[in-house]
């Protein structure tokens, strides 16, 4: 009998283990989604402050961020010229 005792005892200690190691995963997995919600978040407010200092300083050629904001302007004037020829073909 002391063999099935042995052996009742290791499968109960390796489903106590497995066990602890599902609920580690879970764990850990609740925590990355945490982390990449927050990093999701901290982009957005990356996006958000560059509009700000892009409408703020858009006008201002002296600005340290007006090299950037001609980039951004130029691009912004191609998509108009684009959506321009999108619009001719549709109608012809």
Known sequence: MAFFDKLGKKLGDAAE??????KD???????????SAEEKQ??????????FIFESEKDNPESPVADWCSKIVSSQQTIEEL???IVE????
């Open 17 to 22: 283990t497995a066990t602890e190691k599902a």
């Open 25 to 35: 995963f879970a764990e850990t997995t609740k925590l990355n989604q945490a982390i």
């Open 42 to 51: 901290i982009t957005q407010y990356f996006l958000d402050l560059g509009k």
């Open 83 to 85: 959506k321009r020829k």
């Open 89 to 92: 073909i549709k109608m012809d």
